[in-house]
């Protein structure tokens, strides 16, 4: 993603601050939202799903800290990436802050250059993060666990449920050999009884749909996936 595809929301009661940062940030190309407090902040951050919040910790009213518990427990924010905006004298809530669920304290003053750097190494860690826990890519598959898709040479393919379960348990961990009753035990469960042909029959139809290049059968024992 380039920063202009990023949303920053900046949450600090003094106009300095705010003016200071937000220039900074827009320079670079991101998209930045701002707000004086912690309740306006919260209420921003619900409406315009920013990437990332720069919270200050001591604000009138709602404090940094309180706002950060809101949004760790808010189900539409789950993934924002929240950094601290603190003065060095306030290195003693540090501690709280991360309790609190926050992924970077930033001390102020700190210069420009330096909390640019920062803040691209966060969303940038962030993104790896990201992609790597919901899509997933082997040469010429590639696997969207969010959306439950598969695409192959980039055409989408339709499995159904229990082939696409199969594919995910088995890319869980390339190289590793899956015993053919633990593939039994997390893909049919123990309340579903089914026969170890099932398993068979479902691996010879992957390996139609992506080749049989990738899923390789360990004879005696199970299946494992050949990255």
């Known amino acids: 993603m380039k920063e202009s595809d990023y949303k920053i929301l900046l949450v600090d009661d003094e106009p300095d601050i705010i003016e200071f940062v937000s220039y900074n940030l827009r320079k670079e190309g991101f998209e930045v939202h701002t707000a004086s407090n912690g309740e306006d902040g919260l209420d921003l951050a619900h409406k315009e799903q920013p990437h990332l919040i720069l919270l200050d910790v001591m604000m009138p009213g709602m404090d940094g800290i309180e706002a950060c518990d809101k949004i760790r427990a808010s189900s539409d924010l789950q993934d924002v990436l929240i950094a601290f905006l603190t003065a060095r004298g306030e290195d003693y809530s540090q501690v709280a802050g991360f309790d609190a669920g926050a992924d970077d304290y930033i001390t102020k003053p700190i210069k420009p250059k330096v909390l640019v750097s920062r803040i691209k190494a966060l969303l940038r860690r962030h993104g790896q993060t990201q992609k790597s826990s919901s899509?997933?890519?082997?040469?010429?598959?590639?696997?969207?666990?969010?959306?439950y898709q598969v695409s192959y040479k980039g055409e989408k393919l339709d499995l159904p449920r229990k082939e696409f379960e199969l594919l995910t348990l088995l890319t869980s961990r390339p190289g590793k050999v899956f015993h053919r009753d633990e593939i039994l035990d997390k893909i049919w469960g123990n309340d579903v009884v089914v026969g170890?042909?099932?398993i068979d029959v479902h691996i010879r139809k992957l390996r139609e749909k992506i080749s049989d290049k990738y899923i390789r059968t360990v004879k005696g024992v199970g299946y494992k996936f050949d990255a």
Not at 135 to 147: C, G, M, V, W
Request: net charge negative; no cysteine; glycine share 6%.
């Open 135 to 147: 899509i997933q890519e082997f040469d010429k598959l590639t696997i969207d666990h969010d959306k």
């Open 196 to 198: 170890g042909r099932t």
